[in-house]
C-alpha cells in the first residue's frame, strides 16, 4: 500500500468491521455434499453409530422396522431410492423421539428373477439349462445373488441408510433357508397344504405358475368370436305374456342358439358349461336380413341379451331382426346345449349345462360367458360349486387338461391336439386360428374380430400368460385350522378359524397409512383365492415334503421334518435335491420306495412372507442372522411395514397370511405404503423415453441429502414426480436452508454457552416470541414424526426458517447481534435464543438431512459424538405463550405495512436502506396500537426512528387491504450516519472520543478496547 493509499484510509477514520460481532463459522456455505457425505459415513463406520444406537436404546419400547426384501439383481433405481430413505426417515426419528428403532435389512435371494438371469446367460453362450446339474445351477444362482446383495449394500449405505449393515438377514443363508422349510412344514401340519388342480397363471416363457403379485397388466390385441351354442334339451318353460303357448315357447327353445363371446378362442376345446345371471333380461331374436354367405343366416334364432343385441348383430353383420320372445332366468336354467363342434369332431358329444353366475354382466360381450372350468378362476368356482348337481345329472365333472406347459394343445382338445397358443416367446402362435376354423367348418361361428385391451403379462418377461389348469400346491385360505383355535381367539368355527377369517381380523387390528390401505387389502384378502405356494423351478427353497407314493397324502412326521431341517441348516436347501434324498430322511421310520419327493419350490413370496419367523422372534436362535429377537405381544413394543402400494396384494399379504396361518396373528402392527416414481410429467420412467433419473447420478452431483430431502418433502401416500427441474428447485431449497444454519453458526461463533446466562424470564419479548414459536413447533412437528407425516415437518420447519428467523427475528437482531457491546444483556439473550433454536431446527432435521445435520453438528460441538444419538429437543412448557404472540401477531401485521411503504420508496431511489427512514406510523385501531406500546417498533422495522400516532392518517398514506387502521407516511431520517452501525441518529457525534458512531456503538468500542479485542 502505497503514502497516498494510507493517507486515504486514514482519512476515511478506522476501519470498524474489525469491531463487528460478525458471523464467524467454518460451515462452508457451498455445502458440497458429494466430498462430504462420503467423510460422514466414513466416520459413522468408525464410531459404531449403528452399534450405539441399539446401546443407547436399551430398555426403551422397541420399534421395530421389517425391511421387505428387494430382489438381489441388478442396481438400485430411484424407486429403491424412495423406499429406503422413507424407511430410514422412519427410524431415525423414531429413535429420535425415544424408541429402540431397529432396522435390519434383507434380501430376496430366490426366485425366478434370478434364475431368469442366469438362463440368459447360458443362452448368450448356447448352453442348455436342463443339461447342467441342479445343484450346480443352484450355485450360480446363489453367487449371482451374492455378488448384487454386495452391491446393492453400497448404494443402500450411501443414501445414508442406519441399519446392521453387516448382519443383514438374506433368504438364501442356510439358516433361513431351513426356518422357510420349518414354516412350510407348518401348514402341512395343520392341513391348510393340499395339492390340488386349479386353473393358475401361467407362463409358457418362463414355464412355471405365477403369483397375482408378479402379474401386470399391458395392452394386447386378442382375437374375438362369437359362437352359437345349440339348444340340446329343454325341460320346463315360463310363459308371460307373449302370446305363445308352452308348447309354441318350447319348440322355438328347441331350435334356437345360445350366443357367446370370448377373446380367448384357444379355451373352447376346453368348454364345459355356458353362464348367465339372474339380473339381465334376455330374448329370443331371429334375422331377418343378412347379406348372402353370411355366417348368421337369415331366419337363424339366438338367444342374447336384450341390452347387448344391437352390438352383437351389428359385429355379426345382420341387417334387420326381430325380437320374437323374452326368455327368462327360469328358462334358462332348464336348457342343456350341445358342444359347438360337437357336429363335426368327435369327442365334443357332451352336455353343456346352464348355471347362473355372479359374474356375469352386461357390459360387453351377449350376456352369456363360456366357461371352461380349467381356463379361469370364475370358470373353475361356478363349475366346482355345482359338483353335486353335475354328478347328479351324469355329466363328467372332470376338468380337463386340454394345455402343456409348452402352451400346446394337449390330446384333451381333440382335434387340435399339437397346436400352440404362445410359443417360447411369448408369441401367438396357430392354436386360434385352428379353432376359429373348425367353428366355421361347424357353422357355429357367426363373427370374428379383434380387440385391444388390457391382458396378464409376467413381470420378468413382459409377455402374455395363459390360465391354463395345472396339479399345484395350495395352502387354503377357507379351511378351519384347529391348531390355531386357541391363539386366533374366538374367531371361527367348525374346529377353528379359517386362515381368511384369521387374516380379515388383523387386517382390522393393524394401523394403516394411508387409511385406506386398510379397505384396499380387505378386499383383496377376501376376494383372493387359495394361495398356490408351488413353482416348477430351480432356484429356491423346495416344498420339503414327502407324499405317499400315487396319492396326495402329505407325510407328516416331526422326526422326519427335524432331519430335513437340520440337513437345511447345515448345507441349505441344496440338501434336497441331492442324490438318496427319500432314504437319507426317511430310513429308518419308512420305506423310501413307499413315497414321491416333491420337487417344487416354493413361490417366492412364500420365502419374504416368512422373514417375520427369523428376524422378528427369539423362539428360536438362528446362527448368522441378525435377528431383531421381538415377540409381537401387542405390548408397548411395535413392528412396522413398509412399502410400496402394489405390495397389498405382494409382501404385505403374503406375510399376512402365513404368519396368520403359522402364529394366528399379522407379523406386523403398523403398515405404511407409498406411491411409485414417475417423471417430471407425470410419466412411468423408461430408458426409451430417456426420462429415467438414477438416484446414483443425483448423488455424484448433488448430494443424498438432496434425495432425502425430496422424498420429505413428498407427499408419498401419492405417486413422486421428479426431474432436472424439481430437483433443482430442492437444491436451491436445501440452499436457502443450509445457509440460516450457517448464519446461526457464525452468530453462536461469538458465544460462549459456559458464560452467564440471562435467563428466560428476563428475556426481551422478542425472544420469548421465538421460544413461543419453538414450544408450537415442537408439538406439531412430535405430532408429524409420530404420523409419518415428513412433508408437513419439512413445510413447517423451511417455513420457521423463512418466515419466522431469516425475514424476521435474525432481521431484527442483526444489529443488536453484530454491534452491541459485549455486556450487552439483549444480545447475550439473542445468542441464549439463537443456540435454542440451532439445537431445536437441527435436531428436528436430523432424520431427514441426515449429513447436514450431522456436518452442523460437530460444527458447533466438535465434542460430540453423533447427533444421530441425540434425541428430539426437550421445550420446557413455560415458553408456550399465546397471549404474547397474539400480540405480537398484531405487532408484525403493523410492521408489514411499514415494510410495504419502505420497498415504494427503494424502488423510486428516494432511500437506498431502510435505515435511511424514519417513517410516521398512524394506528387507527386502539388495540394495535396497545400491542406497539413499549415495542422499539423502529428496531423492529429496522428503520433508525420511527413515531407511532392514533388516527387514520392522510389520505395518501400508504396503507394495505389486508391490514386495516394503519397508514405510513416515508419520511426520511434525520442526523448522521454512524460508521459502525450505519444508523442514521442525531446523536451520531455526541461522544468526543468517538466522534463518527452513536453513543451506543462508542461504548462498544470502549468495552471491546478494554477486552483487547480493539482496534
Same mark, same amino acid.
Request: net charge negative.
Given at each position: 500500500m502505497n503514502e497516498q493509499t494510507r493517507a486515504a484510509k486514514k482519512a476515511e477514520g478506522p476501519d470498524y468491521s474489525k469491531s463487528l460481532y460478525l458471523p464467524q463459522t467454518d460451515f462452508p456455505m457451498r455445502a458440497g455434499l458429494p466430498q462430504k457425505e462420503p467423510e460422514l459415513l466414513a466416520r459413522w463406520r468408525e464410531i459404531g453409530l449403528y452399534q450405539r444406537q441399539r446401546e443407547a436404546g436399551q430398555g426403551r419400547a422397541k420399534f421395530v422396522l421389517?425391511?421387505?426384501?428387494?430382489?438381489?439383481?441388478?442396481?438400485?433405481?430411484?424407486?429403491?431410492?424412495?423406499?429406503?430413505?422413507?424407511?430410514?426417515?422412519?427410524?431415525?426419528?423414531?429413535?429420535?423421539?425415544?424408541?429402540?428403532?431397529?432396522?435390519?435389512?434383507?434380501?430376496?435371494?430366490?426366485?425366478?428373477?434370478?434364475?431368469?438371469?442366469?438362463?440368459?446367460?447360458?443362452?448368450?453362450?448356447?448352453?442348455?439349462?436342463?443339461?447342467?446339474?441342479?445343484?450346480?445351477?443352484?450355485?450360480?444362482?446363489?453367487?449371482?445373488?451374492?455378488?448384487?446383495?454386495?452391491?446393492q449394500r453400497e448404494e443402500f449405505k450411501r443414501l445414508g441408510v442406519i441399519g446392521d449393515w453387516d448382519h443383514p438377514y438374506e433368504t438364501m443363508t442356510f439358516p433361513a433357508e431351513a426356518q422357510i422349510a420349518r414354516e412350510i412344514m407348518k401348514f402341512a401340519a395343520n392341513g391348510a397344504l393340499y395339492r390340488g388342480s386349479k386353473p393358475v397363471m401361467w407362463s409358457v416363457v418362463e414355464k412355471t405358475a405365477l403369483a397375482e403379485a408378479e402379474v401386470e397388466y399391458e395392452d394386447h390385441v386378442s382375437d374375438t368370436v362369437w359362437v352359437a351354442f345349440p339348444v340340446k334339451s329343454v325341460?320346463?318353460?315360463?310363459?308371460?305374456?307373449?302370446?305363445?303357448?308352452?308348447?309354441?315357447?318350447?319348440?322355438?327353445?328347441?331350435?334356437?342358439?345360445?350366443?357367446?363371446?370370448?377373446?380367448?378362442?384357444?379355451?373352447?376345446?376346453?368348454?364345459?358349461?355356458?353362464?348367465?345371471?339372474?339380473?339381465?333380461?334376455?330374448?329370443?331374436?331371429?334375422?331377418?336380413?343378412?347379406?348372402?354367405?353370411?355366417?348368421?343366416?337369415?331366419?337363424?334364432?339366438?338367444?342374447?341379451?336384450?341390452?347387448?343385441?344391437?352390438?352383437?348383430?351389428?359385429?355379426?353383420?345382420?341387417?334387420?331382426?326381430?325380437?320374437?320372445?323374452?326368455?327368462?332366468?327360469e328358462d334358462l336354467q332348464t336348457l342343456t346345449a350341445a358342444h359347438p363342434l360337437a357336429r363335426t369332431l368327435l369327442g365334443y358329444d357332451f352336455d353343456v349345462p346352464l348355471f347362473d353366475g355372479e359374474h356375469?354382466?352386461?357390459?360387453?360381450?351377449?350376456?352369456?360367458?363360456?366357461?371352461?372350468?380349467?381356463?379361469?378362476?370364475?370358470?373353475?368356482?361356478?363349475?366346482?360349486?355345482?359338483?353335486?348337481?353335475?354328478?347328479?345329472?351324469?355329466?363328467?365333472?372332470?376338468?380337463?387338461?386340454?394345455?402343456?406347459?409348452?402352451?400346446?394343445?394337449?390330446?384333451?382338445?381333440?382335434?387340435?391336439?399339437?397346436?400352440?397358443?404362445?410359443?417360447?416367446k411369448g408369441n401367438k402362435g396357430d392354436a386360434n386360428e385352428g379353432v376359429i376354423k373348425a367353428l366355421i367348418d361347424a357353422g357355429a361361428l357367426i363373427a370374428r374380430g379383434r380387440l385391444k385391451h388390457q391382458y396378464p403379462h409376467s413381470w420378468r418377461s413382459k409377455k402374455p400368460l395363459i390360465f391354463r389348469n395345472t396339479p399345484q400346491w395350495f395352502i387354503a385360505l377357507d379351511k378351519p385350522i384347529a391348531s390355531l383355535t386357541e391363539s386366533a381367539g374366538?374367531?371361527?368355527?367348525?374346529?377353528?378359524?379359517?386362515?381368511?377369517?384369521?387374516?380379515?381380523?388383523?387386517?382390522?387390528?393393524?394401523?394403516?397409512?394411508?387409511?385406506?390401505?386398510?379397505?384396499?387389502?380387505?378386499?383383496?384378502?377376501?376376494?383372493?383365492?387359495d394361495w398356490v405356494v408351488s413353482r416348477q423351478r430351480a432356484w429356491g427353497v423346495p416344498i420339503a415334503i414327502f407324499v405317499r407314493k400315487g396319492t396326495s397324502d402329505i407325510l407328516v412326521d416331526a422326526k422326519v421334518n427335524a432331519r430335513i431341517a437340520e440337513a437345511f441348516e447345515q448345507e441349505g436347501a441344496d440338501a434336497w435335491f441331492a442324490p438318496d434324498v427319500a432314504a437319507r430322511f426317511l430310513a429308518p421310520d419308512y420305506k423310501p420306495e413307499d413315497f414321491d419327493k416333491i420337487d417344487d419350490v416354493l413361490d417366492v413370496w412364500f420365502d419374504s412372507g416368512s422373514t417375520h419367523a427369523f428376524t422378528l422372534e427369539d423362539a428360536t436362535d438362528f446362527p448368522g442372522l441378525s435377528g431383531i429377537r421381538r415377540i409381537r405381544d401387542g405390548g408397548r413394543d411395535a413392528v412396522m411395514y413398509l412399502e410400496g402400494s402394489d405390495q397389498h396384494r405382494g409382501w404385505f399379504q403374503s406375510s399376512l397370511l402365513e404368519s396368520s396361518g403359522t402364529r394366528?396373528?399379522?407379523?406386523?402392527?403398523?403398515?405404511?405404503?407409498?406411491?411409485?416414481?414417475?417423471?417430471?410429467?407425470?410419466?412411468?420412467?423408461?430408458?426409451?423415453?430417456?426420462?429415467?433419473?438414477?438416484?446414483?447420478?443425483?448423488?455424484?452431483?448433488?448430494?443424498?441429502?438432496i434425495l432425502r430431502f425430496w422424498?420429505?418433502?413428498?407427499?408419498?401416500?401419492?405417486?413422486?414426480?421428479?426431474?432436472?427441474?424439481?430437483?433443482?428447485?430442492?437444491?436451491?431449497?436445501?440452499?436457502?436452508?443450509?445457509?440460516?444454519?450457517?448464519?446461526?453458526?457464525?452468530?453462536?461463533?461469538?458465544?460462549?454457552?459456559?458464560?452467564?446466562?440471562?435467563?428466560?424470564?428476563?428475556?426481551?419479548?422478542?425472544?420469548?416470541?421465538?421460544?413461543?414459536?419453538?414450544?408450537?413447533? /415442537? #408439538? *406439531?412437528? &412430535?405430532? $408429524?414424526?409420530?404420523?409419518? +407425516?415428513?412433508?408437513? !415437518?419439512?413445510?413447517?420447519?423451511?417455513?420457521?426458517?423463512?418466515?419466522?428467523?431469516?425475514?424476521?427475528?435474525?432481521?431484527?437482531?442483526?444489529?443488536?447481534?453484530?454491534?452491541?457491546?459485549?455486556?450487552?444483556?439483549?444480545?447475550?439473550?439473542?445468542?441464549?435464543?439463537i443456540e435454542q433454536i440451532f439445537r431445536a431446527v437441527t435436531l428436528w432435521l436430523a432424520p431427514i438431512l441426515?449429513?447436514?445435520?450431522?456436518?452442523?453438528?460437530?460444527?458447533?460441538?466438535?465434542?460430540?459424538?453423533?447427533?444421530?444419538?441425540?434425541?428430539?429437543?426437550?421445550?420446557?412448557?413455560?415458553?408456550?405463550?399465546?397471549?404474547?404472540?397474539?400480540?405480537?401477531?398484531?405487532?408484525?401485521?403493523?410492521?408489514?405495512?411499514?415494510?410495504?411503504?419502505?420497498?415504494?420508496?427503494?424502488?423510486?431511489?428516494?432511500?437506498?436502506?431502510?435505515?435511511?427512514?424514519?417513517?410516521?406510523?398512524?394506528?387507527? /385501531? #386502539? *388495540?394495535? &396500537?396497545? $400491542?406497539?406500546?413499549?415495542? +422499539?417498533?423502529?428496531? !423492529?422495522?429496522?428503520?433508525?426512528?420511527?413515531?407511532?400516532?392514533?388516527?387514520?392518517?392522510?389520505?395518501?398514506?400508504?396503507?394495505?387491504?389486508?391490514v386495516s387502521g394503519v397508514a405510513v407516511v416515508p419520511a426520511r431520517a434525520e442526523g448522521r450516519k454512524c460508521a459502525r452501525s450505519w444508523k442514521i441518529s442525531p446523536l451520531v457525534g455526541s461522544d468526543v472520543e468517538f466522534p463518527d458512531v452513536t453513543p451506543r456503538d462508542a461504548q462498544a468500542l470502549r468495552e471491546l478496547a478494554a477486552l483487547g479485542r480493539w482496534p
Open positions: 421389517h425391511d421387505g426384501p428387494p430382489y438381489a439383481n441388478g442396481n438400485i433405481h430411484i424407486g429403491h431410492a424412495l423406499n429406503k430413505i422413507l424407511k430410514d426417515l422412519v427410524t431415525r426419528s423414531q429413535q429420535m423421539a425415544g424408541k429402540d428403532s431397529n432396522y435390519v435389512p434383507g434380501w430376496d435371494c430366490h426366485g425366478l428373477p434370478i434364475e431368469w438371469k442366469i438362463e440368459e446367460e447360458y443362452r448368450a453362450k448356447g448352453k442348455n439349462k436342463d443339461e447342467v446339474p441342479i445343484i450346480e445351477f443352484r450355485r450360480q444362482c446363489r453367487a449371482f445373488a451374492a455378488h448384487w446383495v454386495d452391491v325341460g320346463n318353460v315360463r310363459v308371460v305374456g307373449e302370446g305363445l303357448s308352452v308348447g309354441q315357447k318350447r319348440a322355438l327353445l328347441e331350435e334356437t342358439k345360445i350366443v357367446i363371446w370370448t377373446t380367448t378362442p384357444w379355451t373352447l376345446p376346453a368348454n364345459r358349461a355356458i353362464s348367465y345371471s339372474n339380473k339381465i333380461a334376455y330374448s329370443l331374436y331371429r334375422v331377418t336380413a343378412a347379406p348372402e354367405n353370411n355366417w348368421a343366416k337369415v331366419g337363424a334364432t339366438f338367444i342374447l341379451a336384450d341390452a347387448l343385441v344391437d352390438s352383437v348383430f351389428k359385429a355379426a353383420k345382420v341387417e334387420a331382426y326381430e325380437k320374437v320372445a323374452p326368455v327368462y332366468a356375469v354382466t352386461e357390459d360387453t360381450g351377449t350376456g352369456f360367458v363360456h366357461t371352461a372350468p380349467g381356463h379361469g378362476r370364475d370358470d373353475f368356482d361356478i363349475w366346482m360349486a355345482h359338483g353335486r348337481e353335475l354328478a347328479a345329472r351324469g355329466i363328467d365333472t372332470r376338468i380337463p387338461y386340454t394345455v402343456d406347459a409348452d402352451g400346446f394343445l394337449t390330446k384333451e382338445a381333440p382335434g387340435f391336439t399339437g397346436k400352440r397358443v404362445l410359443d417360447d374366538a374367531r371361527g368355527s367348525n374346529g377353528g378359524p379359517t386362515l381368511r377369517e384369521i387374516a380379515l381380523d388383523e387386517i382390522a387390528r393393524t394401523q394403516w397409512f394411508p387409511a385406506q390401505g386398510e379397505n384396499r387389502i380387505t378386499s383383496m384378502v377376501a376376494g383372493r383365492p394366528g396373528r399379522a407379523p406386523f402392527d403398523i403398515v405404511l405404503t407409498h406411491g411409485f416414481t414417475l417423471d417430471e410429467n407425470g410419466r412411468k420412467m423408461s430408458k426409451s423415453l430417456g426420462n429415467v433419473v438414477a438416484p446414483q447420478t443425483v448423488i455424484a452431483q448433488s448430494g443424498a441429502d422424498v420429505a418433502a413428498s407427499d408419498y401416500s401419492d405417486d413422486l414426480r421428479i426431474g432436472p427441474e424439481i430437483l433443482k428447485t430442492f437444491v436451491e431449497t436445501y440452499r436457502k436452508l443450509r445457509n440460516t444454519i450457517r448464519w446461526m453458526l457464525g452468530s453462536l461463533g461469538h458465544y460462549d454457552a459456559g458464560a452467564e446466562k440471562i435467563g428466560f424470564a428476563e428475556f426481551p419479548e422478542l425472544e420469548r416470541l421465538m421460544l413461543h414459536r419453538l414450544a408450537e413447533l /415442537d #408439538a *406439531d412437528i &412430535r405430532e $408429524a414424526y409420530t404420523r409419518f +407425516d415428513y412433508k408437513r !415437518v419439512v413445510a413447517r420447519l423451511t417455513a420457521f426458517l423463512n418466515t419466522d428467523l431469516s425475514a424476521f427475528y435474525f432481521d431484527i437482531r442483526k444489529d443488536t447481534l453484530y454491534c452491541d457491546p459485549p455486556s450487552s444483556r439483549k444480545r447475550r439473550a439473542a445468542l441464549e435464543t441426515a449429513f447436514t445435520s450431522e456436518e452442523a453438528w460437530l460444527s458447533r460441538y466438535p465434542g460430540a459424538v453423533s447427533v444421530h444419538l441425540e434425541g428430539f429437543p426437550q421445550i420446557p412448557a413455560d415458553w408456550r405463550d399465546e397471549a404474547l404472540a397474539e400480540k405480537w401477531e398484531k405487532v408484525r401485521r403493523a410492521r408489514s405495512v411499514v415494510t410495504g411503504a419502505l420497498e415504494i420508496e427503494r424502488g423510486q431511489k428516494r432511500i437506498g436502506s431502510s435505515l435511511e427512514a424514519a417513517p410516521l406510523v398512524y394506528v387507527a /385501531d #386502539a *388495540d394495535l &396500537r396497545g $400491542a406497539l406500546d413499549g415495542v +422499539d417498533f423502529a428496531e !423492529v422495522c429496522i428503520t433508525s426512528d420511527i413515531t407511532v400516532e392514533a388516527g387514520e392518517g392522510p389520505a395518501d398514506a400508504f396503507r394495505l387491504a389486508d
